[in-house]
Structure formats: C-alpha cells, structure tokens
C-alpha cells in the first residue's frame, strides 16, 4: 500500500483543519491506518489510528475530544479532523498502515505517507 498524506498548514489556535490520508495499490481496504505526530525535536508518537473492519477507533489522551478519524472506504481514504488546536499541535503528522489491528508500534507499520506540517500559530 502507499500513502499519500495532505490537508496540513499555518492554523490559528482554535482552528480545525483536516488532514487526508489517500491509500493506493492492491486492497487499500484492509490496513489500519493510525496518525501520528511528530513535534520539532521530538520523537513520533501515535495520535490516532481507525481499524478497516469495523470502523473502532482509538485516541492517543491528549487528543480525545479533540481529534475525530474516519474512513471512506469507497475513495480509500481516512481523515483527521483536528479542532481546538493548540500550538503544542504543532509539528509533522504522517499517517501509517498496518494490516488489519491497530498499533502505534513503530516496528510493527508497513507503510508511511511522507507527512504534512501543522503549524498552530497566531
């Protein structure tokens, strides 16, 4: 599969962008695909991720209530709506796949997109 990450940006605090994570290649529909967020001089961290099966979702807790995935199966692709942004925010959000069950394990992804900056500023 690959993964081609879009919708980042200059956000004001507040703000709600939308991210994208379009999947190609042979049967897009059966990854998982989680987002993650690397602030500068930090190391990557899961936010997000959204099973292909059923839809369950999983939040990292300092995004709960406050970021939504989703999945359209139909044009392969998931999403990220952030909101009530903050500037710890900030930083590169990539999206990754792995087969089936959700992780934020590093080893475990197959697959990145080649990541969007998100940067909260006023």
């Known amino acids: 599969v690959q993964l081609q990450a879009s919708g980042g940006g200059l956000v004001q605090p507040g703000g709600s962008p939308r991210l994208s994570c379009a999947a190609s290649?042979?049967?897009?529909?059966?990854?998982?695909i989680a987002w993650f967020h690397q602030a500068p001089g930090k190391e990557r961290e899961g936010v997000s991720c959204?099973?292909?099966?059923?839809?369950?979702?999983f939040y990292r807790d300092s995004v709960k209530g406050r970021f939504t995935t989703s999945r359209d199966n139909a044009n392969s692709t998931v999403y990220l709506q952030m909101t009530s942004l903050e500037p710890e925010d900030t930083g590169v959000y990539y999206c990754?796949?792995?087969?089936?069950?959700?992780?934020?394990?590093?080893?475990?992804?197959?697959?990145w997109g080649q990541g969007t900056q998100v940067t909260v500023s006023s």
């Open positions: 290649g042979s049967n897009p529909d059966i990854w998982a």
């Open positions: 990754a796949a792995t087969l089936w069950v959700c992780t934020w394990s590093l080893d475990d992804l197959s697959a």
């Open positions: 959204i099973t292909p099966s059923d839809g369950s979702t």
